[in-house]
């Protein structure tokens, strides 16, 4: 069941109504396999287990699934299996299915003798503690309390610890360039993270009580060893560098806390003590893998339903017939089109290239810079994760952290989206007018007459939206929402049938992997900050640097969010600036919701924040202009979310926390101050404007988004005045009689 099976290959299509064909084809990054035949078929029947497991769990058909696997003994719903089973799973297909190098080409042909013999200590290693982990469960005797500290070092922890960093030198150095084939040094490194999670779930009863303490084995440290060894190196595959240079900084810092100055002194923890700690519910199995083996994993798979049954399509076809004539049409559908997908997608950068590989090139075909286009792309796909009700999972991942509501958190969130994305439309629309922009003929657009009568294919959407209000759970309104998207595809040509569903199924699995893989490493952030209590200390920083302001604290936590989520998704981002940050800042008297979504909103622009702008990029490579530019760019036109945690920080109301006369009263001044700024960073506000009234502008923009009626009437005031200069009404003379 692999894509080129399930569907056919998609090709632009002449057929106006068939604009957006091929946007729901699967992606295939650079790094990525294609195996073929009967490696095809079994990569694809892995994942479809991957994802059939998660949402058979979910919805309680844990005991259908313990008869067909024969584990009958064994609950896989307690939390510490069901996250083991969810991150060795997502490990073993993860090197599988990504290489450590990238394809330049398909290379054809038979292994090389040399490169096997290379491999074959690391494989010799890896099975022999496979086989230790096989005893452990035949003969029910494993490494228990009354077992001695050292019991199957040499049978299980040093063989698994060297034979998988042997692997993966080996991929390094020596990859296999074959796309088509399963690299044997990967095969080897799956097994390893097979056998990481076998250990793991037998010995879970006995690590509860003995993980990092005195009392854990080195068989524990070892198996935690390796684990967290083979997460940051399929975290650099799938996510870059970042994110393992930031997890390794923390790990290293657990080690020389007691010769470090300051807050960041600590007693420093032995290497047995921190990696049995780290591999627990206080780390990597904890916060962000509980988010990424329920939530995440099941909208990815309703993500998966819509891409399988092209409902992606159609919903850039309706924005393309909405927008797509209006001047700078296609920047536009890109923002109707990629907020609506981006909300879905977990990943800003993934958004990015789905839907940027069909609005980039349109956009420069009207006259957009290669640049613009790419940054009105990726400015869009990163808004998608703000906007409710899914925002790319990061609303059930603050409840999670929080406690609040998920009904709360969407509701609060409704404003400040409709801000940003407002601030988006505006950039757009005022480039296009001060260039000149067309949209795109009539003729080459779809007709809306005919998508309208097609309008049903909104109601996936719709009801998962109503279930989730009618207090339906999560999981059981992400299951009606698949089953919806499957029932509507059958009013359309694309019916899903028993392979369409099982395609999804499939590429949801390889849609999860990446999140699987940051959200595991981001626990090991979170289990050294638990550990050493990093972040108590430097929330107390915070509020001594900050002095008990607020304001000052708030722009501390602005720069550390979007330092720490430069490089990272945005759930590991989130996940991460939460636990160094947000205690400080509800310790300093602002409200849970607020601190929250301010730290989230800047962990998210951090993906078209320079130097490191993973959006961005993404965006550039598509429209192959220079990144860094790319990235200057996308932040101008994301400007408004820089400004907007702040207006909700010093406006509640902008978060629905007031009366209905306070909420009207700050969207209309808002709006007007974020068109006000966007007039200021295009220059142009009814005319072309020059650089000493986009200032002035600046500033009345500034004044209308402090929320209070004195700044309205000078945000007003000044805004008038310079629309009186533009018309030629006033002008510096006329202004300096009239001040004699």
């Not at 500034?702 to 006033?730: C, E, H, N, P, Y």
Request: overall charge positive; glycine content about 10%; aromatic content about 12%.
């Amino acid at each position: 069941m692999t894509a080129q099976s399930a569907r056919p290959a998609a090709t632009p299509s002449p057929v106006p109504d068939a604009i957006a064909d091929g946007v729901d084809a699967e992606i295939f990054t650079a790094n990525q396999r294609k195996p073929l035949g009967q490696l095809g078929l079994i990569a694809a029947i892995l994942c479809i287990l991957y994802t059939v497991f998660h949402v058979g769990v979910m919805n309680g058909l844990h005991d259908r699934i313990t008869d067909f696997l024969g584990l009958n003994s064994v609950d896989l719903t307690e939390p510490w299996r069901y996250r083991l089973i969810h991150v060795g799973g997502g490990l073993a297909l993860g090197f599988l299915l990504y290489s450590s190098t990238l394809f330049s080409e398909d290379r054809p042909g038979q292994a090389d003798p040399r490169r096997m013999l290379a491999i074959l200590p690391g494989a010799l290693a890896v099975t022999l503690s496979f086989a230790q982990v096989l005893l452990f469960w035949l003969t029910g005797q494993g490494v228990d309390q009354a077992a001695g500290a050292d019991t199957a070092v040499w049978t299980f922890g040093l063989p698994l610890v060297a034979g998988s960093v042997w692997l993966i030198v080996v991929g390094w150095f020596w990859p296999d360039r074959r796309r088509g084939q399963f690299d044997m040094a990967d095969l080897f490194l799956a097994l390893a993270a097979i056998t990481v999670a076998m250990y793991l779930i037998f010995h879970a009863p006995f690590l509860r009580l003995r993980a990092g303490t005195g009392l854990a084995k080195q068989a524990d440290m070892y198996a935690a060893l390796a684990g967290t060894v083979l997460i940051l190196e399929l975290t650099r595959r799938l996510a870059g560098l970042a994110l393992v240079v930031i997890a390794g900084i923390f790990v290293l810092y657990a080690f020389v806390g007691p010769w470090l100055p300051g807050i960041l002194q600590h007693r420093g923890y032995t290497m047995t003590r921190f990696f049995s700690y780290v591999y627990t519910d206080q780390g990597i199995l904890g916060p962000t893998t509980a988010i990424s083996s329920t939530y995440i994993i099941l909208f990815v798979t309703f993500a998966a339903f819509l891409q399988a049954s092209r409902v992606g399509e159609y919903f850039v076809n309706f924005a393309f017939a909405v927008a797509g004539g209006a001047r700078g049409g296609p920047a536009k559908v890109a923002i109707f089109s990629s907020g609506l997908m981006g909300m879905i997608n977990g990943t800003s950068a993934g958004n990015v290239v789905s839907t940027g590989s069909l609005t980039i090139p349109l956009m420069k075909k009207v006259g957009y810079k290669p640049q613009t286009a790419a940054s009105v792309e990726a400015a869009a796909s990163s808004g998608g994760q703000i906007l409710p009700p899914i925002m790319g999972a990061g609303a059930f991942i603050m409840s999670e952290i929080t406690g609040i509501p998920y009904s709360e958190i969407v509701t609060a969130a409704i404003i400040p989206a409709l801000l940003y994305f407002a601030s988006i439309y505006f950039n757009v629309d005022l480039n296009a007018l001060k260039y000149g922009m067309k949209g795109l003929p009539r003729s080459e657009l779809p007709r809306f007459d005919r998508l309208a009568r097609q309008a049903f294919l909104f109601l996936p959407i719709f009801i998962l939206i109503g279930a989730l209000f009618a207090g339906y759970s999560v999981i059981r309104a992400g299951t009606y929402g698949m089953a919806a998207a499957a029932v509507v595809s059958w009013l359309t040509p694309y019916r899903m049938g028993p392979r369409q569903i099982l395609y999804a199924f499939e590429i949801a699995a390889k849609m999860t992997l990446q999140l699987v893989a940051v959200c595991a490493a981001a626990g090991v952030i979170v289990g050294v900050i638990a550990l050493t209590g990093i972040g108590t200390r430097f929330s107390s920083l915070l509020l001594g640097m900050a002095d008990q302001n607020q304001a000052i604290a708030l722009f501390f936590a602005m720069v550390v969010s979007i330092i720490l989520g430069m490089g990272m998704p945005t759930t590991a981002a989130y996940a991460v600036a939460a636990s160094v940050i947000g205690p400080g800042l509800v310790q300093m008297g602002i409200p849970p919701l607020t601190a929250h979504f301010f730290i989230f909103y800047y962990a998210v622009m951090s993906a078209i924040t320079p130097p490191v702008a993973l959006a961005a990029y993404a965006g550039a490579a598509i429209a192959q202009s220079d990144p860094m530019k790319t990235s200057v760019e996308s932040f101008r036109i994301g400007l408004a979310a820089f400004v907007v945690p702040f207006m909700f920080f010093s406006s509640p109301a902008l978060l629905m926390d007031g009366s209905w006369l306070e909420i009207i009263h700050v969207v209309i001044s808002a709006s007007l101050g974020i068109f006000m700024l966007s007039a200021s960073v295009q220059g142009w506000f009814f005319g072309l404007l020059a650089w000493p009234l986009r200032i002035v502008l600046l500033v009345a923009a500034l004044s209308m988004i402090a929320q209070g009626w004195f700044t309205d009437f000078i945000g007003l005031g000044t805004a008038m005045a310079v629309w009186l200069f533009q018309k030629r009404m006033v002008n510096p003379q006329t202004v300096i009689r009239g001040s004699d």
